[in-house]
């Protein structure tokens, strides 16, 4: 298999959950166990290779979270380390860390750097301190303005900013404000997510007066014609780039590409050299993985069976605004064209899908969820 891979590091401590997460992650109660997470992780990582049975080419590392930028330089460093001895790292693979205003600092950003994270990822969200403090956050908008500042000069030149809208009470203008504050930057990516009601979160069981749908859809209309303005082309359903700073490890994942995961709750998905797709996943609480990988506790493997492929392929594939090309669809799942029938074909017909590639047309990926519904097993 000569693709290169993605490695996903998942570091589950936040200070504290925010009301509308649904993520893994879990508040911080104590010191945060650096040394015997990072301990886990290294060996986590070499049984997954035993599993394995061959050692793969990494081309994007992302470490995510909750927050990474709660563990320091020295851990990052040791974990990075770690896994260099490992595995083979591409030289240009990407290395991008996630990071929240108000757990960091320049000392911190620079020590990140050193330690050979080349990609930042700041979770944002805005910049009002009215609306970060409805999202829960820890941070205000003085400190999102200062981890931007802190990223650049710490010599970052690789720096994606997430921004949500739709937020408690937001009025247009106040989202619109938001993403030209975040422009004042040369941030090179920009991850804008409408906030939405997740099952199982605070926000959930206690909702907040979210603007009206019509709203927002005119909303997020003007936001992305602003980002493109600057030259942030949208690329994927919630993603923006500068020419080629596209994120390779979230592509990776889009064209069904092979990825490792470790960690709490971290999955993996690679496709056999005999024909089959299979995931992997470790346990969600931080204490029960570090028991699991103390002892010796392989991952659990989750076959994708072929009935489910058309549908788990073109879920991620048909997010990307330019698609795939059908030999991604052969290539990624081991299956004939023929198995995304009947239902390729009807949506060609009604416009839906272009017919040169697996892409959406604009009308089309205005109904991106009806669309990727058609493949489910049960979709015809």
């Not at 990494?58 to 260099?84: D, M, V």
């Not at 994270?117 to 999202?135: A, H, I, P, T």
């Not at 780039?241 to 092979?258: C, D, I, L, P």
């Not at 709490?264 to 992997?280: E, F, I, N, P």
Request: some cysteine; hydrophobic content about 40%; overall charge neutral.
């Amino acid at each position: 298999m000569t693709e290169a891979w993605g490695l996903y590091v998942h570091l589950p401590w936040c200070v504290r959950k925010c009301p509308y997460c649904d993520f893994n992650s879990h508040a911080l109660k104590g010191s945060l166990p650096e040394r015997s997470y990072v301990t886990a992780l290294l060996e986590d990582l070499r049984q997954q290779v035993e599993t394995l049975g061959f050692t793969p080419t990494i081309g994007s590392l992302f470490l995510g979270g909750g927050t990474p930028s709660l563990f320091s330089p020295e851990a990052i460093e040791r974990l990075l380390t770690g896994i260099r001895q490992q595995l083979s790292l591409t030289p240009d693979c990407e290395i991008t860390l996630e990071a929240n205003p108000g757990t960091v600092e320049y000392r911190r950003f620079a020590g990140f750097h050193h330690a050979g994270v080349n990609r930042l990822s700041l979770g944002l969200q805005s910049f009002s301190d009215e609306k970060l403090r409805s999202l829960g956050r820890i941070h205000d908008g003085r400190e999102a303005r200062q981890a931007l500042d802190a990223a650049f000069a710490a010599g970052f030149r690789r720096v994606n900013g997430d921004l949500m809208f739709g937020l408690p009470d937001q009025q247009p203008e106040e989202a619109m404000a938001d993403v030209e504050t975040l422009l004042l930057w040369p941030v090179d990516h920009v991850s804008l997510y409408q906030l939405t009601l997740e099952p199982n979160t605070l926000f959930a069981h206690q909702p907040p007066a979210l603007p009206p749908h019509d709203q927002l859809a005119a909303l997020h209309a003007g936001l992305i014609q602003r980002l493109e303005t600057a030259g942030l082309r949208r690329y994927e359903v919630s993603a923006f780039a500068r020419e080629n700073q596209h994120s390779r490890h979230n592509v990776n994942y889009w064209r069904f590409g092979h990825y490792l995961g470790i960690g709490a709750g971290a999955h993996g998905k690679w496709h056999t050299r005999d024909g089959h797709t299979l995931r992997s996943l470790r346990p969600r609480h931080p204490q029960a993985y570090q028991q699991a990988i103390s002892d010796r506790v392989p991952p659990a493997l989750q076959p994708v069976t072929r009935a489910d492929l058309p549908f788990e392929f073109m879920l991620n594939a048909l997010r990307l605004t330019d698609g795939v090309a059908m030999s991604r669809f052969r290539q990624a799942t081991g299956l004939p064209a023929s198995a995304l029938e009947p239902a390729l074909s009807r949506l060609r017909q009604q416009g839906l899908i272009q017919h040169a590639r697996l892409a959406c047309t604009r009308r089309g990926y205005a109904f991106l969820d009806d669309v990727v519904a058609a493949f489910l097993p049960d979709g015809d």
